[in-house]
């Protein structure tokens, strides 16, 4: 985060600015997010003392600091970005004057001659994209894994004679390349360890699939004491599985919300999220990421106005957000989402794909994470293909809603059951994070981070892998800003993006890393805006500290070779310097 007089206080301590930088209405608050305080000692004579409050712009406390931090895009690497577009532009076009005239063979999907009066098949424009940009750069994904991809992996090595428009497999491996891509978050996709023995009694006495829906003869046992295991975990009456977690979510908003209802969706929602918004022909409006007051100016909107032409009032209102937005890494506002709800009569639909497992003292997500009731979110979703390393999604609550989203939901009625190794998988790493199996992971323990426990809270019971996560999340995203990158994000997400800016940086730097032995998630133009592209780091509790500190010196290394040191904070040196034990004391600060 950028220090500047206006966000640093007199005794040292950051504050979160109220404008950050390009997007200066980001977090939606009319005031700073923190209320720092002098010490007392200074004014009243008492023993020094620092307090440190988080406050809404409601006057809701926050149990724990919210640091999240959108350093201003520099105006050089913003020119050069729109410059770098403009030129891949013009050239794209040329190239697409010879391909038009056969100068160029085009290998992309067209239409054949013979139909060129039907109505199209392909959009031309939209393809301009992938055929002239993306085409180059294409060899940084969908990079075959030969092996299990936990915090190292094996990639099948691979190149192209016709500039990526086709790859060969060259046969030769690329041996334990450190994964920072994948939502390994508590280190579970692994082939041994409980869960994997787990599995395979399941599948010796179940078998891999069920061939049939739950409502006919796919419901098994494993099935039932998966639902009671995550309605347990989360702290609600109820739960139930699908298959798929896409599917989750495009399935079960049209049976919540439909004509007459109004479904208020943040603008960085997932895309599980909109098709389920617009499949459920409910009205959609659309505020700004995480803005309090944008949320709220549309909700007093609606409740005055009304629907459009006839002027009644809303059915329902469903608000639709996500606990980490992948892209951001930022966490949802959540104390203050459910004061507006309760404020306005509406209902909150709750996405923790990324947060479950992954936040938390717990574990148990964002509402755990700033200790919340909850009962408090009409409808929590989430996954089960990131912190639990197995597949499919749920949806938990009070028990009318199960019941009648098992009767009312296409994903419920129609789709296949969860195969039995997924459902054990699941299970075990479930039972594991609850502390319910003794397990611990392997490797050295840090200190742990200072982080006050929720209220009401009593002595937690928790599977080492969390607390790992949260330190490794901690220290990584410090260890990032301190070398001079552009870090987005909350400091305490495991998803940590960090700012490339230029299309040609994007991959450069993702190959740059992988000749390092280091595999990196490079994300650009339409993902993301067009110059706002990034890396994306997520850490795992599978990283030990020598692997956190071997890929921080590569990054650092390559970030100086490719120009990536955008922030205006101060950088350290980059060569490869080593990181004693003590470096990891700093996320205590």
């Known amino acids: 985060m ?19 930088g390009l997007k200066p209405e980001r977090n939606g608050l009319a005031k700073s997010l923190y209320r720092c305080h002098e010490k007392k000692s200074k004014h009243h004579g008492q023993p020094e ?80 994209y992938t055929r002239n940009i993306y085409i180059r750069i294409r060899d940084n994904w969908n990079r075959p894994l030969c092996g299990v991809p936990g915090a190292t992996m094996d990639l099948l090595e691979r190149t192209s004679p016709d500039y990526n428009w086709t790859f060969v497999q060259s046969g030769r491996v690329l041996q334990d390349v450190i994964n920072l891509g994948s939502y390994n978050y508590l280190g579970f996709a692994e082939n041994k360890g409980s869960c994997a023995d787990a599995a395979a009694e399941i599948t010796k006495k179940y078998g891999v699939g069920v061939a049939s829906t739950r409502q006919e003869l796919g419901n098994l046992d494993r099935h039932e004491e998966l639902e009671k295991l995550v309605a347990r975990f989360l702290g609600v009456e109820s739960a139930m599985s699908f298959g798929m977690g896409f599917a989750t979510n495009s399935m079960n908003i049209p049976a919540l919300s439909g004509k007459g209802c109004l479904l208020l969706s943040d603008e960085l929602n997932h895309a599980s999220l909109v098709l389920g918004a617009r499949l459920s022909g409910s ?64 209902y909150l639909y709750l996405d923790e794909a990324h947060s479950i497992g992954a936040l938390g003292p717990r574990g148990r997500g964002v509402v755990d994470y700033f200790g919340l009731d909850p009962c408090d979110v009409d409808v929590m979703m989430g996954t089960f293909t990131k912190s639990f390393g197995a597949a499919g999604g749920y949806i938990a609550g009070k028990r009318e809603l199960i019941e009648y989203l098992r009767s009312h939901s296409h994903s419920a009625v129609y789709a296949s059951s969860m195969s039995p190794p997924v459902v054990e998988q699941i299970i ?54 301190k070398m001079g990158f552009i870090i987005y994000g909350n400091e305490d997400s495991p998803v940590v993006p960090m700012m490339l800016y230029m299309p040609a940086k994007i991959a450069a730097f993702s190959r740059e890393m992988l000749k390092r032995n280091i595999g990196v998630v490079g994300v650009g133009f339409p993902a993301t805006p067009i110059i706002e592209s990034r890396a994306r780091f997520c850490i795992s ?49």
């Open 49 to 128: 003392e620092e307090e440190v409050n988080a406050t809404s712009h409601h006057g809701l406390p926050y149990s724990r600091p919210f640091v999240e931090s959108y350093e201003q895009t520099p105006m050089l690497p913003a020119v050069f970005t729109y410059m770098s577009y403009g030129i891949l532009t013009i050239f794209g076009y040329l190239r697409d004057f010879l391909r038009y005239w056969k100068i160029e063979r085009c290998n992309i999907a067209g239409e054949k001659e013979e139909q060129r009066d039907f109505v199209p098949l392909y959009q031309d424009f939209e393809n301009f």
């Open 2 to 20: 950028t220090e500047s007089p206006s966000t640093k206080p007199a005794n040292g301590d950051v504050c979160q600015r109220v404008k950050n």
């Open 541 to 589: 509790a599978a990283h030990t500290k020598d692997v956190l500190d071997r890929a921080l010196s590569v990054i650092s290394e390559v970030g100086d070779l490719v120009n990536l040191k955008y922030s205006r904070q101060k950088t350290q040196p980059s060569v490869a310097r080593s990181f004693d034990d003590n470096v990891f004391e700093d996320i205590d600060d």
């Open 428 to 481: 075990t790493s479930m039972k594991c994070i609850m502390g319910e199996d003794g397990t611990t992971i392997e490797g050295k323990h840090y200190r742990e981070v200072k982080t006050p426990p929720p209220p009401r809270a009593a002595p937690l019971r928790c599977c080492d892998r969390v607390h790992q996560l949260a330190k490794n999340a901690v220290y990584f995203r410090r260890k990032l800003q």
């Open 283 to 346: 009205t959609i409006r659309v505020f700004k990421h995480n803005n309090m007051q944008s949320l709220e100016k549309l909700l007093r909107e609606a409740i005055v106005h009304g629907q459009p032409r006839t002027r009644r009032p809303w059915k329902k209102i469903l608000i639709v957000v996500e606990g980490i937005y992948s892209m951001e890494g930022s966490i949802v506002r959540l104390p203050e989402m459910i004061a507006l709800k309760k404020r306005y009569k509406a």
